[in-house]
């Protein structure tokens, strides 16, 4: 989860109340069902890989979200998209109800909203050209029909995202992880969306390169007004390029704010653990500085703790009301400034 260095955000926060919201985000919950037997199925539960949460991202935001592997991040991210389709809830984009909408008013919507992918080695089809692979959304939604225009909007893209545009009839293994990357992020934009899920995009990279592809990502957004919703481990690199941060845990969100909010004021137990791993250049506050180190193991998210999801690891539970009480909501502690805990006044 640490990362080499903290950097600070630069990013101007902006009060929400002044801001669209170009997606809302009510009770979503993804539920993968657990099935017994060889002929006759059923099912005997569900991992919960998303458990009710709600946010919203404002347009021209970027939205991190962050957590321990397997707390349903990128889960989230693809159920936003309506990948998986959700269990419960409710994803409003652009003023549109997604969960209930038609299939083909649906792929209409998916111009609009977009992904980058995780693994650059695996979301490629090998058997591909770089540009058939830029170029296959736009015949798919049959945006451009002209071969050579096509093949002119694709070299575009492809020098916009930092390629040569002559890399075209090449394939993706000729290229390094970090080409790759951007031959993705080129796809993702070919339709022009103005929401993109970055899922964990640098994480398979080499750190020379996480950089290059991140300042990418915010020279796109200022030219595209694109709006991100940024999955990472790397809480440095998510302070450095998001406006607000939301912090995940068992598939549950645990805390939600502006970066400077909960980088400088965590309020919920896990937050502190996850910013007291985060290593700081300074060598005298570094000696100062008290480590929360969390025991135990993430449980299963097919069998949740009773009552707080985090009472298992948690440094300062509560007899009773951590172990007892149903799982606390977020509550607004600050203006902008969420928490779920019980502690929290």
Known sequence: MAAATTMPSTKPAQPNNKREALLEVKNLKKHFPIMSGIILQRQVGAVKAVDGIDFSVFKGETLGLVGESGCGKSTTGRTVLQLYKPTEGSVVFEGKELTSMPPDELRKM?????????????????????????????????????????????????????????????????????????????????????????????????????????????????????????????????????????????????????????????????????????PVPDPLIEKKRQRIILKGDVPSPARPPIGCNFNTRCPVAVPGICYQEPDPPLVEVSPGHWAACHRTP
């Open 110 to 278: 998916r111009r609009r909203m977009q992904m980058i992918f995780q693994d650059p080695y695996a979301s490629l089809n090998p058997r591909m050209t770089v540009g058939n692979i830029v170029g296959e959304p736009l015949r798919i939604h049959k945006v451009i029909d002209n071969k050579s225009e096509l093949q002119e909007y694709v070299e575009s893209l492809l020098e916009r995202v930092g390629l040569n545009p002559y890399y075209i009839n090449r394939y993706p293994h000729e290229f390094s992880g970090g080409q790759r990357q951007r031959i993705g992020i080129a796809r993702a934009l070919a339709l022009r969306p103005s929401f993109i899920v970055a899922d964990e995009p640098i994480s398979a990279l080499d750190v020379s390169i996480q950089a290059q592809v991140v300042n990418l990502l915010e020279d796109l957004q200022a030219e595209f007004g694109l709006t991100y919703l940024f999955i990472a481990h790397d809480l440095s690199m998510v302070r450095h390029i998001c406006d607000r941060v939301a912090v995940m845990y068992l598939g549950r969100i645990v805390e939600l704010g502006t970066t400077d909010d909960v980088y400088e004021n965590p309020l919920h137990p896990y937050t502190q653990s996850l910013l007291s791993a985060v």
